[in-house]
C-alpha cells in the first residue's frame, strides 16, 4: 500500500538555525509530491508541491524542497528559520489515477526566538 | 476569491445529538474531501466526491458518519448519534479538475466537541 513517511515528529530549532524534514513515500510510479503548512489555529495551506520538471522546488516563505527519485524523498528545507515559522509540517503524495493524497503524520516545528 | 466557506467554525454538542458540518467548496472545483483531524491519529481522509458523486468512503468510520454533496456547491456531513471520540477538528477541501492538478484547498475547519 501507498504510505508517506516523515521522520521527525517534532523538531524544535533556534531561530536563524537551518531546517530539513524528511518525506518519503513508497509507490514506484509516477507521484506528485506536496508540503502543506497548518500555523497554530489555522487550516493547512499549500506550501509548494513538485510535478514535473527541476526537481528543486521553492514555495511560499523561503522553503523549498528536492525531490529525488532514487530514494523516493522529499525532503523539505529553509536555510534560517524564524519564530513565525513555528507550525505543523505535512508532507502529502498524489500516486495512482484517483484524486487522495496520501498524507504523513506531520512534523511539529517549534522555533524559539 | 472566496476560499473554501465551512460552517460552523465551532461547534459543542452532547453525547446522542446529530451534528451537521457543511461546506461549500471553491466555485468550479469538482473534487471535495472530508478530513478528520486528531491528535492521536493525526489527518484522516473520511470520504471524497468526485463531480458530486462519493468515490472513496472507506475512511468514513462507522455508520454514524454519512456524508452527502447534493449539488456542486455544497456538502453535508452528518453525525448521528455523536459521540465524544467524534471530538476534533473536520476539514472541508476542494480540488479543481485540471488534469494532473491534485492540490487541495482547505477551509478552515469545524471544531467539535463533544461532551
Known amino acids: 500500500a501507498q504510505s508517506v513517511s516523515q521522520h521527525n515528529h517534532h523538531v524544535i530549532l533556534s531561530e536563524a538555525a537551518s531546517l530539513e524534514l524528511g518525506c518519503n513515500y513508497s509507490y514506484g510510479g509516477t507521484v506528485n509530491l506536496f508540503w502543506y503548512v497548518q500555523y497554530p489555529g489555522q487550516h493547512l495551506q499549500l506550501l509548494l508541491k513538485?510535478?514535473?520538471?527541476d526537481p528543486l522546488v521553492k514555495g511560499i516563505k523561503g522553503f523549498e524542497a528536492e525531490f529525488i527519485k532514487s530514494k523516493f524523498s522529499f525532503n523539505l528545507r529553509k536555510p534560517s528559520v524564524q519564530w513565525s515559522d513555528t507550525a505543523e509540517y505535512f508532507c502529502?503524495?498524489?500516486?495512482?489515477?484517483?484524486?487522495?493524497?496520501?498524507w504523513g503524520l506531520g512534523t511539529s516545528l517549534a522555533v524559539n526566538p | 476569491d472566496a476560499g473554501v466557506i465551512q460552517s460552523p467554525r465551532h461547534e459543542v454538542t452532547e453525547m446522542g445529538q446529530e451534528v451537521t458540518l457543511r461546506c461549500k467548496p471553491i466555485s468550479g472545483h469538482n473534487s471535495l474531501f472530508w478530513y478528520r483531524q486528531t491528535m492521536m491519529r493525526g489527518l484522516e481522509l473520511l470520504i471524497y466526491?468526485?463531480?458530486?458523486?462519493?468515490?472513496?468512503d472507506s475512511g468514513m468510520p462507522e455508520d454514524r458518519f454519512s456524508a452527502k454533496m447534493p449539488n456542486a456547491s455544497f456538502s453535508t456531513l452528518k453525525i448521528q448519534p455523536s459521540e465524544p471520540r467524534d471530538s476534533a477538528v473536520y476539514f472541508c477541501?476542494?480540488?479543481?479538475?485540471?488534469?494532473?492538478?491534485?492540490?487541495?484547498?482547505f477551509g478552515p475547519g469545524t471544531r467539535l466537541t463533544v461532551l
Open positions: 502529502a503524495v498524489h500516486a495512482g489515477n484517483n484524486r487522495k493524497l496520501i
Open positions: 477541501a476542494s480540488s479543481p479538475p485540471t488534469s494532473g492538478t491534485d492540490t487541495q484547498y
Open positions: 466526491f468526485n463531480n458530486n458523486v462519493p468515490i472513496d
Open positions: 513538485y510535478f514535473s520538471g
